[in-house]
């Protein structure tokens, strides 16, 4: 099973939300839903653009993962996001070939 660490942003791109999920299509419909309790910050802030994820194959290394990204700077996280996605288009899972 794969788990995917991901951040997502707001339309303003002023927030950013870093999550881990085993099912990131189910967590992203969650997340525009407001359900889950990610659903208070994302929903306040209307964090529902994915701009970045990665895949880790351990559940262990994907929470440490996250929790690593979490402690970063905005300006760190800006420089990983711009790694995958350097326009910062909201990412379509159906159609990203990365």
């Not at 950013?16 to 967590?27: F, P």
């Not at 880790?56 to 760190?76: V, Y």
Request: hydrophobic residues 30%; contains cysteine.
């Amino acid at each position: 099973m794969n788990f995917y660490i991901y951040i997502l942003t707001n339309p303003a791109r002023t927030a950013l939300y870093t999550g881990v999920t085993n099912n990131l299509e189910r967590r992203l419909q969650e997340h525009s839903e407001g359900l889950g309790e990610a659903g208070k910050f994302t929903g306040r802030y209307q964090c529902n653009l994915l701009v970045y994820f990665e895949i880790s194959p351990d559940t262990t290394q994907a929470i440490t993962r996250e929790k690593q990204i979490k402690n970063w700077t905005r300006t760190k996280k800006k420089f990983l996001i711009n790694t995958l996605n350097p326009s910062w288009e909201p990412i379509d899972l159906q159609t990203w070939n990365g």
